[in-house]
């Protein structure tokens, strides 16, 4: 058997080395973090060649005084914690000890600092920090510490041949220096790679910051996160589902003003974007959440990205419902919409209809008497000759305006006070149905509505099963199903709220569905699948002409629904142009 045998100091440090510095961006963090745990109000960086031939960080920190340099550069050796009671509350980026001594391992690390208050500065090199006999050199410095990484993994060249090009680790690097800029405003930041300026950030407030960094697209397309509960505060901007795109590297997240990735966060933003995002679109994000640090645990791996949370699932909770929470605004989210949202197809002291042909929304969302009522009144048109006068649109309309007519029996174009806006009339109902149906179910009030000739259609003997099976679940959500035969199936009842659709379709719909999974019970996720399902069927379709006041009722309800900015399958269901739009399109005033 092999003999065991201690190993020697600097080969521990470089397999050590090997979870702290991963390429050349993790030392440039560790760096970072030290100079912004030292209370540095600038902070300068210098990259050749993607960090890799030269990092170099200046800063205007408290310095380190010259007997503790060769100490700065052994491992485990820190100023930050001195307890376990430290380690279990720490509130500063760095504290495992470990990051200088690490780097010192794969690459020429030199070290200058002027203590505050010192007469001048010292400066030491890497490879001499473990001899206790090397002395630190005079060096011209005002204040502050400079640490000069050049060479990266010289000593260890089977690790170079992991690194990237050149463009590929700047581009690692740049984000490194971006995510710490965006936790701290009030400290400035400059990078510099080959000699060319890329940025300078000086100190602003947290928006600005986000702006400068993130670009002011991000800021205009996002919408202003701000919550609290207990020893939880979450602040930032989530986009605007119409604005996700594709890209899957656009959540920065900020726990304790700490960059991390971790998965309770990252689950909890996916169920809030559930109901709102199209296809493999990704929500990008910038959120600052604040805890106790006692109740996290950021040790859990050198590279301190990773974290774990006392009670994760109440921080599920807060993260879910308050990003849900900014995502169900108002559907205008560029001008304020009115306190009380107007729900009646006339615009405040306008005439243009009389009360009877008002109704508070489309035949299909009522109960039998109410829809043939509404429809009823709705079909009588104008009198011969006589042009309906549409409503102003003046400052004090909807945000959604009033309906003008309708486009190919798809489109609903409507006059607000800012210009045109379009609507897709079947996303923007499905919509609508979706989140009634969601709040019908979560307080048990699904109203049905019993057929008086019940619809049947053929099924084959796996959906009669599943029928059966699935009675109480079917129950649940407002259906009436019986099997009339060995291969039919009789629709005797459909939730009020969909009635207007085609129940035999709906049925099949949700049967299919229900075949599938075959669920036993019926889990939020999987019951808002199957909502989802029932609202698209149940919405109105194409080609279906609306009258003016179907049209303005759809409006108004659209403003008194949450997250009515998309449909259930996350595309946009309204589009403005402005005047400004307008002018510019057929070329007014140039």
Known sequence: MPTIARLHDLLISQIAAGEVVERPASVLKELLENSLDAGSRAIQVHLEEGGVKLIRVIDDGCGIAREQLALALTRHATSKIASLDDLERVGTLGFRGEALASVAAVARLTLSSRERGADHAWKLRGDLAPNSEAKPEPAALMAGTVVEMRDLYFNTPARRKFLKAEGTEFAHCADAVKRLALTRPDVAFSLTHNGRSLFQLAPANRD??????????????????DAAAGPLRMTGFVIDPTRADNARDGQSVFVNGRFVRDKVIAHALREAYR?????????????????DPALVDVNVHPAKTEVRFRDSRAVHQFVFHAVQRALAGPVDHAVAA??????????????????????????????????????????????????????SAGNDAPPLGYALAQLHGIYILAQNARGLVLVDMHAAHERILYEKLKAACDSRQVATQTLLIPALFAADPLTIAAAEEHAATLAELGFQITPLGPNQLAVRGVPALLQGGDPAALARALLDELREHGLSRLPTARRDELLATMACHGAVRARRPLTLPEMNALLRQMEATERAGQCNHGRPTWSELSLAQLDKLFLRGQ
């Open 338 to 391: 009115p306190a009380t949202p107007s729900r009646t197809g006339a615009a405040p002291n306008a005439g243009a209809y009389p009360l009877p042909r008002q109704q508070s929304a489309l035949g299909i969302a009522e109960p039998a008497a109410a829809a043939y009522l509404a429809f009823a009144q709705a079909a009588h048109g104008p009198a011969a000759g006589e042009t309906p006068p549409f409503q």
């Open 275 to 291: 109901d709102v995002l199209h296809g493999s679109r990704q929500p990008a994000v910038c959120l600052f959440v604040e805890i």
């Open 208 to 225: 600005r910051r986000i702006a400068d960094v993130l670009g002011e697209d991000f800021i205009t397309a996002a919408r202003a996160v």
